[in-house]
């Protein structure tokens, strides 16, 4: 999981430390969709995988925004 590694850390050290974490599960979870998808070629595993994941990112959508704080 690299995706961390492009944010600078004067904005990493802001994010909220509960939205750190269900960034780093969800792209866990995504993860093992990938290797699942890949080793069981079950489509409806995917989709429950998938479904599961999509709901970290709903809350995260619903909970946490970016404020312009130059206004």
Same mark, same amino acid.
């Given at each position: 999981? &690299?995706?961390?590694?492009?944010?600078?850390?004067?904005?990493? +050290?802001?994010?909220?430390?509960?939205? /750190?974490?269900?960034?780093? @599960?969800?792209? #866990?979870?995504? @993860?093992?969709?990938?290797?699942?998808?890949? +080793?069981? /070629?079950? $489509? #409806?595993? &995917?989709? /429950?995988?998938? $479904? &599961?994941?999509? !709901? !970290?990112?709903?809350?995260?959508?619903?909970?946490?925004?970016?404020? @312009? &704080?130059? /206004?």
């Amino acid at each position: 999981m &690299t995706a961390e590694a492009d944010v600078p850390g004067t904005l990493f +050290r802001k994010i909220p430390l509960e939205m /750190k974490k269900l960034g780093f @599960d969800t792209r #866990q979870k995504f @993860d093992e969709i990938a290797i699942d998808a890949e +080793r069981l /070629k079950d $489509s #409806q595993h &995917t989709i /429950k995988q998938l $479904s &599961t994941a999509m !709901n !970290n990112c709903i809350a995260c959508h619903a909970t946490y925004r970016f404020a @312009d &704080t130059e /206004k």
